[in-house]
């Protein structure tokens, strides 16, 4: 479901549960609420996904969701200070990686990071860092290496990691970081060069909201996630275990 429509949503019935996730877990939520929904009979998943920190405004500002899960430590941080998820239940739930892509029909030749600053290289994309978390990742592992300034000049801000992968896919682009789970939704359209080494691992957390009317399946859809049949789930969408 849209994010737009999710926000004008009436408030949600008792058989209803609201999830709000990051972007990259898109196409892995829509297989683990299908397998949730299936052993909870009548129980209805509303899925609403994009840039983790856009998602976690909206929750903030009253949209009504029972679940937030984020794509980074700093957007959960932010959740947690702003009060409205419950912080005893924070878990990690799933890891994954930066990696450079280009498109799949890409005759520059490139091979890392470090090719990037050649200057047949026009057009970078990657996601924005004040909102998205593939965009916080990506200039922390290139500031690691000197190639975050160099770069400026080409960047190209996606508002989530699924645009910056669109970018690359339509060949709009010249190269782009995204999360190793989306690069391997579209193998016909883009290309791994290069896994990046980020300061900080790429782990997933989840936690329950704080909501008056907070679904009493929240706690459930949890647990699933955590669970070895959830994670088998994760797993086969790229995801690795925390």
Known sequence: MALSALLCMPAASADE????????????FKAVAQKFESQNPGVHVLLSFGASDVVLQQIINGAPADIFASADQKSMDKAVAAKVVDPASRRDFARNEVVLIVPADSTLGLHSAK??????V????????????VGRYTQAALKRVELWEPLQGKA??????????????RDEVDAGFV???????????VK???????????LYPIALTVREHRSSHAQAFLKFVLSSEGQAILARYGFRKP
């Open 115 to 120: 090719d990037l600053t050649k200057a047949g």
């Open 179 to 189: 999360f190793a789970t989306d690069a391997a939704i579209m193998p016909d359209k």
């Open 17 to 28: 549960l609201v999830i709000s996730a990051a972007a990259s877990l898109t196409n892995a």
């Open 192 to 202: 791994v060069l290069q896994s990046l080494a980020t300061p900080e691992p790429v």
């Open 156 to 169: 190209v801000l996606a508002q989530n990691v699924r645009q910056a992968l669109d970018y690359v896919a």
């Open 122 to 133: 026009k057009r970078v994309t990657y996601g924005n860092p004040a909102s998205v978390p």
